[in-house]
């Protein structure tokens, strides 16, 4: 099971990044354009925003990688629990307020993940 919930955290942790890539650097651009839905004016005007959404997903990441490193069975518990309980709740508020397919691409993977490590 350690292996398992390592690999659902490390999992959770690339989709945040690549969230932050996508906000972050390509918000404006066809592929965080057509990734997220957005006409090129609406993209533009909201980049400020998205950069900010990105710079969020960043700090789930770093705290998702420090309970890596840590150990999901030992010190790192504790963080990958926050940091997924984070990712879940993020992920429940996004799809209630902005899209219900942010349930099955942030808060599902998320608690998915987060029933792992728990189980350890």
Same mark, same amino acid.
């Given at each position: 099971?350690?292996? *398992?919930?390592?690999?659902?955290?490390?999992?959770?942790?690339?989709?945040?990044?690549?969230?932050?890539?996508?906000?972050?650097?390509?918000?404006?651009?066809?592929? %965080?354009?057509?990734?997220?839905?957005?006409?090129?004016?609406?993209?533009?005007?909201?980049?400020?925003?998205?950069?900010?959404?990105?710079?969020?997903?960043?700090?789930? $990441?770093?705290?998702? $990688?420090?309970?890596? *490193?840590?150990?999901?069975?030992?010190? %790192?518990?504790?963080?990958? $629990?926050?940091?997924?309980?984070?990712?879940?709740?993020?992920?429940?508020? %996004?799809?209630?307020?902005?899209?219900?397919?942010?349930?099955?691409?942030?808060?599902?993977? %998320?608690?998915?993940?987060?029933?792992?490590?728990?189980?350890?």
């Amino acid at each position: 099971m350690l292996m *398992v919930a390592t690999v659902l955290a490390a999992l959770v942790a690339l989709l945040h990044l690549y969230f932050l890539v996508l906000e972050m650097f390509f918000w404006t651009k066809p592929l %965080g354009r057509k990734a997220f839905g957005l006409d090129k004016d609406f993209a533009e005007r909201s980049k400020a925003l998205a950069a900010n959404q990105g710079l969020y997903n960043g700090f789930l $990441v770093a705290g998702l $990688v420090y309970g890596l *490193v840590l150990g999901a069975a030992g010190a %790192g518990k504790p963080w990958l $629990v926050f940091f997924l309980g984070c990712v879940v709740v993020a992920g429940v508020f %996004g799809a209630a307020t902005a899209s219900k397919k942010i349930l099955f691409v942030q808060a599902i993977p %998320g608690a998915v993940a987060l029933a792992a490590v728990l189980a350890i």
